[in-house]
């Protein structure tokens, strides 16, 4: 279950640095 919240953590951390670098 850790892992699995690890997981998606990381993907909304990507994704939210993502959008702040294209801005």
């Known amino acids: 279950m850790y ?3 690890a997981y998606r ?3 909304h951390t ?3 640095l993502s959008l ?3 801005q």
Request: a negative charge.
């Open 9 to 11: 953590i990381e993907i």
């Open 14 to 16: 990507t994704m939210y």
């Open 3 to 5: 892992a699995a919240t």
């Open 20 to 22: 702040v670098l294209l």
